[in-house]
């Protein structure tokens, strides 16, 4: 079965904070991708990032990096100095079945505070 | 300007009364799927499509049917609401799944409650 965990529901911090957003996935597909996806407050979702199974070099752009750890089957993200627009509920996803079948994580609200 | 558009972006309606929500997408994508979006669950995903004519179940179909007559459509198709699918649903496409080089675009979503 596949099933994405994101543990920590909410977080909030100061700007100009460095903040980590935890994601754990499990899968017995030894293919597969994991994606970012931003929630703002408006709803609509903004793609951020994904990564395949096989590519476990950690990302950077810009203020946000990813960290992919297959031994541990996370995939965590990392703002750095946040900033008030970084506000949003950020939602790690999973895909498997030749990309067809997605799961999605619970999602974590980010508050960031000026 | 490559989109996924929904309608309608809000609805209220009452149980029983069949409705559909229509998602079309102007990218010729062959994958097209819904989800809905409900508070501690996050996305599930409730029909996927491969193409035209080739459609199978995601996570949560329970109450819901979906046809992929055209390319550029997927409505989602409630025969009979119930509250319990009052949600946020999203139509997203993409060229095949999450094939290399490619993203998947997201509809802004529906919000649809059921009373």
Known sequence: ?114 | EAQVTQNPRYLITVTGKKLTVTCSQNMNHEYMSWYRQDPGLGLRQIYYSMNVEVTDKGDVPEGYKVSRKEKRNFPLILESPSPNQTSLYFCASSLRGAPSGNTIYFGEGSWLTVV
Request: with cysteine; charged share 20%; glycine share 4%.
């Open chain 1, 1 to 114: 079965a596949q099933k994405v965990t994101q543990a920590q529901t909410e977080i909030s911090v100061v700007e100009k904070e460095d903040v980590t957003l935890d994601c754990v996935y499990e899968t017995r597909d030894t293919t597969y991708y994991l994606f970012w996806y931003k929630q703002p407050p408006s709803g609509e979702l903004v793609f951020l990032i994904r990564r395949n199974s096989f590519d476990e070099q950690n990302e950077i752009s810009g203020r946000y990096s990813w960290n992919f750890q297959k031994s541990t089957s996370s995939f965590n993200f990392t703002i750095t100095a946040s900033q008030v627009v970084d506000s949003a509920v950020y939602f790690c996803a999973l895909s498997v079945q030749n990309f067809n079948k997605f799961y999605f994580g619970s999602g974590t609200k980010l508050n960031v505070k000026p």
